[in-house]
């Protein structure tokens, strides 16, 4: 059976919401003519996809991470909002806390956005805080004022969690410190999003994914 897969959109351009979280950051790159918020912040550009990451458990066998990339590939689970969509990594946390760090390379500038997707489920949901920490060295770790804020919990539907700074940043690496209601978590997509232009290796990875799913006999519902 066929199952309906949502390609994440890796550059898109629009003016978001912010919320009071903050960290020194810097005004390099900043857009001079751009109007709205104190920090002209005008794109919001998935710069965590495709990204190497790593994780400290290991998704269950029957809920796996394939090749270690699901967290990181821009496709989100479609419509099947179950934790047998294989598209979901399952981890057994049991009260552990989940620790996932994403390496952004060269794509560290002007870092503002950082979510978490996952199945909501009162068997086996997202837990709180959410917390995000960077480093510049993999390292030392500075966490990031605020937490990543819940949406409304909804029974089975893909929910966000999401952190939004005032004054974007800039890091390499990005930690995610991650918590479950119960004893397991299905996660879909850790994200980082920065004020920056999308360029063409972002267009490229797409089309790449997009063919890739094609040929396994799938389909790209993109918006």
Known sequence: MMRKIALLLAAVMLLVPLASCDREGTDSSADSNVSGDAEGIQYETVVSLGKSYTKSLEAGDQYED???KELTDGVYGGET?????KQFSGFALSGATL?????????SSRLYKFAV????STNAGLGGPGICNVSDDNEKFERLEGIMQKPTFEEGKIQQAT??????IDARYVRFEIRATSAWL?????LVSADVKGNSAYTKYLEQLGASYKDGGLYIDTP
């Open 66 to 68: 394939t090749y270690g």
């Open 81 to 85: 909002a179950s934790y047998t969509n």
């Open 99 to 107: 620790y996932v760090v994403v390496d952004l390379g060269e794509d």
């Open 117 to 120: 997707s996952y199945l909501a």
């Open 163 to 168: 952190l939004t700074l005032e004054k974007p």
């Open 186 to 190: 299905f996660l879909d997509e850790v």
